[in-house]
C-alpha cells in the first residue's frame, strides 16, 4: 500500500548483507521506512527492517538500535537481529509484529475499544513504559500506532513497544538522573504530547504516561475534546485548563485517580507505577474483566 511520492529506499526483492530479502513495506512513518522481508539463512522467516537514508537530516536509527539492543529480553520489545549502514542506507532488522493499535482503533465502528480490551492493553503498554524506563530511557513518542501486537499464535496477545527514534537518556553512566534542559524543542505527537511537552521543556518519565492516559481515555470514548485543533499551543492550553471531571466522564473513577498521581510528579521523581498498575487491576477486578476476554479485534 505504498503511497509516498518519494522514490523509496528500498525495493521488492533486493537481498540486504546476502541475508534478507524484501517482501513488503510495511509502514513509512515520519523519519524511515519500514520492510516485511524473510531471512533467507533462517528458514524464510519473516522479519522487519526499519530503514533511513544516509542523507536523511535527522538521523535516528543509531538511537533506535542502541535503545532496541538494551531491551533485549524484555516482554514488550522486538527481538533485535542485526544493523548496518552503506553508502544509501541504515538499517535495522527486527522480529515482525501484527496491526498497530491506531489501525485497529480505526477498524472499529465508533473508533474505540470496549473497557476490557482498552485497560487490558494499557495495563501491557504500562508495562512497556517501565521498561524502557528501567533502562534508563524516555520513549517520548507515545502514541497508538507506535504499539503493535505480536502476529504468531504464541504472542498475538502480547503488546510491542515500536519506534525509538525520540527516545532520550534520562540517566547517565553513572545511572544518576541528567540534570533536565531549561528549554527543549517540541517531541511528539500533538495529540498525546505532554503538557510539558507543549511547553518545550525537558520530559521526564510522568509524560510518557500522561501520553499513556490520553490514549486509554481515547481508547475508551472514542475521541479526546483536542482532537480536531491543529494548533499546539491551543492544545497544550487545553490540556492544562480541562476538567478531568469532564474529560473522564465515560471512564472508570480509577482514571482520575492514574492523573492525580501523574500531577504530583516532577522530572526528577520516579513514577509510582505499581499504584498505577493496581488502578487498572482493580478497573479489572469491578468490572469483571479477565485475562482470557477476546480482545475487540478478535470477536467475528
Ligand atoms: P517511524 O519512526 O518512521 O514513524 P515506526 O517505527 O513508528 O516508524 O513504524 C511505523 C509503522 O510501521 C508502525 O506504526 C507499525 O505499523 C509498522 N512497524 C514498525 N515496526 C514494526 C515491526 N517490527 N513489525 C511490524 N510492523 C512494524
Not at 535503545?67 to 544509501?88: S, T
Not at 504499539?147 to 504464541?154: D, H, I, N, Q
Not at 521526564?204 to 481508547?219: H, I, K, P, V
Request: proline share 2%.
Amino acid at each position: 500500500m505504498a503511497s509516498s511520492s518519494e522514490a523509496e529506499i528500498l525495493r521488492v526483492s533486493q537481498v540486504i548483507r546476502d541475508r534478507w530479502k524484501i517482501k513488503s513495506k510495511v509502514g513509512g512513518g515520519g523519519f524511515g521506512e519500514i520492510y516485511e522481508a524473510s531471512d533467507l539463512q533462517n528458514h524464510n522467516e519473516s522479519v522487519a527492517i526499519k530503514v533511513e537514508s544516509s542523507k536523511a537530516t535527522k538521523q535516528v536509527l543509531k538511537m533506535e538500535v542502541a535503545v532496541l539492543r538494551r531491551l533485549q529480553g524484555k516482554r514488550h520489545a522486538c527481538k533485535f537481529y542485526g544493523c548496518g549502514r552503506n553508502d544509501e542506507f541504515n538499517y535495522l532488522v527486527m522480529s515482525l509484529q501484527g496491526k498497530n493499535l491506531a489501525d485497529f482503533r480505526r477498524e472499529t465502528p465508533r473508533q474505540c475499544f470496549s473497557l476490557s480490551t482498552s485497560i487490558r492493553i494499557a495495563h501491557q503498554i504500562l508495562e512497556g513504559i517501565r521498561e524502557i524506563h528501567s533502562i534508563g530511557f524516555l520513549h517520548r513518542d507515545i502514541k497508538p500506532s507506535n504499539f503493535a501486537m505480536g502476529r504468531s499464535t504464541s504472542n498475538q496477545r502480547t503488546v510491542y513497544m515500536l519506534d525509538f527514534g525520540l527516545a532520550r537518556q534520562f540517566l547517565n553512566q553513572k545511572g544518576e538522573m541528567r540534570s533536565p534542559r531549561s528549554a527543549a524543542g517540541f517531541r511528539g505527537t500533538v495529540r498525546y504530547a505532554a503538557v510539558t511537552a507543549h511547553k518545550n521543556k525537558e520530559m521526564g518519565r510522568q509524560d510518557d504516561l500522561w501520553s499513556l492516559f490520553y490514549m486509554l481515555t481515547e481508547f475508551i470514548q472514542g475521541s479526546l475534546p483536542w482532537r480536531k485543533i491543529k494548533d499546539k499551543d491551543e492544545v497544550g492550553r487545553m490540556k492544562e485548563n480541562v476538567d478531568l471531571n469532564s474529560l473522564l466522564e465515560e471512564c472508570p473513577l480509577e482514571l482520575h485517580q492514574f492523573a492525580l498521581h501523574l500531577k504530583t510528579l516532577g522530572y526528577m521523581d520516579t513514577p509510582d507505577y505499581d499504584y498505577l498498575s493496581r488502578l487498572l487491576s482493580q478497573v479489572e477486578r469491578e468490572n469483571g474483566i479477565s485475562q482470557d476476554d477476546p480482545f475487540d479485534w478478535e470477536i467475528n
